[in-house]
């Protein structure tokens, strides 16, 4: 299903599933099939856009493709790699383009970077947006439309030829110095940036975008050669992990290098999406901005990267998880639910009201106010985080340990009382079932960790507190089914009551798991896709709007099945989710189960995080039996 078009400029809305992903792990790009760059933020992920008609049709496109056709006849990823391929069919002729965000090797040898706090490698984000033409056969009348629009719509772009001839041009807003680059002959039309030429079998061109003190490509040949650097990064950062020979290694492989395109290099922090603003439901205000890293994922996070072997990148978002941590404790305050990629506490909400959104979808958000929120949650995945860690590291240093002894002491202080839960209801503070256990996660490891440390009177305390917890919830949050609830006083599902079996807080077997399992599986799903609750029986703050399925907690039900040893329903439940992937295999975060389509900020980090954690349970159960819960 295709969306209609806005009041703008006309062209349609491309469905969120057929944006192509681009990253240097420093800023990203989505990629419209009709050629155009719809969403670019710079110089990272979370700046204002210069190119952002994927939330208002004028407000900023970049285009390279055939004049007067729109839709590509294939489109793939080189493989394992962030190299969007698109071929194009025209009445004359064929064209292939090559899209990417170029990686070069580590810059600052002489002088030390500005934004880098994780241990230096050797490679490096480029700052340069390459784009690649060749006509493969007959002819092809090629297009370039490059129509900036600075600080999300708000600063027309300004042209100047930089150069001799007509190869170089700048434009300047917003603190943002953007260098279009090309062998084709540029001219202006008013913020249009364009360029028309014929291409003929064999014939070739490139156009770069750039946006820092690092030169982009001058020629097709230099371009070529660093486009070959960026593909052999990809690939060889890939050939790192450890994928298993199955079936679904490709959707393993594609989740773990969107992973990597979201990690923010300079600190290691795991953005949520690059993306604010796609709506969860059409047309509908559930729209929020997503490009911060949430303090409670980390623990899947962790696992995730672990598991596929990538224990560089686990390590640096651990270390950005303890400096936050450390941060808070310093200042005197509790840990936020989430942060800026760069570590900031300020996360300010506001509505940018002349962005008409994603299909009609008002309001446009940045910032996010629920980092205001009080979520108990937030301990537990900080303590489990360092909890594996350590595990990993086989070690406890004193910096760990202090950050250890306040956080437990902060759950034990606070997990009597109500709050937001880990859906970020703008409604009544509850006591949310979901909260509380992550709060025994907090005192359960803590007690783990403290006895690893040596420390047996601490240990005693937490254990001690966590079995208090333990009972607490049983006693509060079955219902007289034996079926976990969303809140005490109340007998409505809640999808994270699946992450009881998957923390270890009762064993698999345990016939309140099995019942919450099947519960969800029967009572929480349509089309066997899994919803986060009824909004109708939620007091989320939308008067009882549905959303569409969550597609992380379907893969929370994977991961339950296969602990409860229903191998084969998850076998066919991932085999249908993963059916749901976009063409590119990527996927938002919700999915509307009438239509197929995606919804919500795309791509999405934690649906790809839960994609690996239950596409590995499955197979590590297919030949070996289930493992372990991943807390």
Request: contains cysteine; hydrophobic residues 40%; proline residues 6%.
């Amino acid at each position: 299903m295709r969306p209609v078009t806005d009041g703008g400029t006309g062209d349609p809305f491309a469905p969120i599933a057929e944006y192509g992903f681009l990253s240097d792990a420093e800023t990203t790009a989505l990629l419209a099939p009709s050629g155009n760059v719809e969403w670019m933020c710079l110089p990272r992920f979370d700046s204002p856009s210069v190119f952002g008609s994927l939330l208002d049709r004028d407000a900023g496109y970049f285009r390279v493709g055939p004049a007067g056709v729109d839709v590509p006849a294939a489109r793939r990823y080189i493989p394992g790699t962030l190299v969007v391929e698109t071929t194009w069919w025209t009445p004359g002729g064929w064209l292939v383009v090559l899209d990417t965000l170029l990686m070069g090797p580590w810059h600052h040898e002489t002088e030390r970077s500005h934004t880098h706090r994780r241990a230096p490698t050797d490679y490096d984000a480029d700052h340069v947006l390459l784009r690649m033409i060749r006509c493969v056969n007959g002819q092809v009348q090629l297009r370039l439309d490059c129509l900036p629009a600075f600080d999300y719509g708000r600063v027309p772009a300004s042209w100047v030829y930089t150069g001799p001839g007509y190869h170089e041009a700048l434009a300047s807003a917003d603190g943002v110095d953007l260098r279009l680059t090309t062998d084709m002959n540029v001219g202006f039309e008013s913020s249009l940036a364009t360029a028309r030429t014929l291409l003929k079998q064999g014939d070739t061109r490139f156009v770069t975008l750039s946006w820092s003190e690092h030169p982009p490509p001058k020629t097709y040949d230099e371009a070529q050669s660093r486009l070959i650097w960026t593909v052999h990064h990809w690939q060889h950062w890939l050939d790192r992990g450890r994928f298993p020979d199955h079936p679904w290694r490709g959707h393993l492989q594609r989740s773990a290098l969107t992973l990597k395109g979201l990690t923010y290099a300079p600190t290691g922090a795991v953005v949520a999406a690059p993306t604010t603003s796609l709506p969860e439901r059409p047309g509908a205000d559930r729209n929020w901005d997503y490009r911060f890293t949430w303090i409670r994922d980390a623990t899947m996070a962790l696992w995730a990267f672990y598991t596929l072997g990538f224990d560089w990148e686990a390590n640096d978002f651990f270390y950005f998880i303890a400096d936050v941590a450390e941060a808070a404790d310093a200042a005197g305050g509790h840990v936020q639910i989430m942060y800026g990629i760069d570590g900031r506490a300020n996360l300010e909400e506001a509505v940018l009201d002349h962005l008409t959104g994603y299909d009609g979808a008002r309001p446009v958000r940045i910032g996010n106010g629920a980092y205001l929120q009080g979520q108990h949650d937030v301990w537990g995945g900080i303590i489990g985080s360092i909890f594996l860690y350590v595990r990993k590291r086989d070690r406890l240093d004193d910096r760990l340990w202090s950050i250890i002894v306040k956080q437990v002491e902060a759950a034990l202080a606070h997990w009597r009382g109500p709050d937001h839960g880990m859906w970020e209801v703008r409604g009544e503070r509850r006591h949310f079932t979901s909260s509380k256990l992550f709060c025994w996660v907090a005192a359960h490891r803590g007690a783990q960790l403290a006895l690893i440390r040596g420390d047996t009177e601490r240990a005693m305390e937490w254990q001690g507190a966590a079995d208090e917890i333990h009972a607490d919830i049983l006693a509060n949050a079955v219902d007289e089914r034996g079926v976990f609830v969303q809140h005490y006083e109340t007998t409505a599902l809640d999808a994270s009551a699946l992450l009881i079996p998957l923390v270890g807080f009762l064993p698999p077997d345990d016939p309140r798991v099995r019942a919450t399992v099947f519960a969800v599986a029967d009572e929480l799903t349509e089309d066997d896709l899994v919803y986060r609750y009824w909004p109708e029986e939620t007091d989320d703050g939308f008067g009882g709007c549905r959303e569409g399925t969550f597609t992380m907690c379907s893969f929370w039900l994977v991961s339950a099945f296969v602990l409860i040893g229903e191998l084969d329903r998850a076998i066919a439940l991932c085999e249908k989710i993963l059916s749901y992937a976009s063409p590119l295999q990527l996927y938002a975060e919700e999915i509307d189960v009438h239509s197929g389509r995606h919804l919500g900020n795309f791509p999405q980090a934690f649906t790809h995080l839960a994609l690996i954690n239950a596409v590995m349970m499955v197979i590590r159960a297919e030949r070996r039996g289930p493992r372990a819960p991943f807390v």
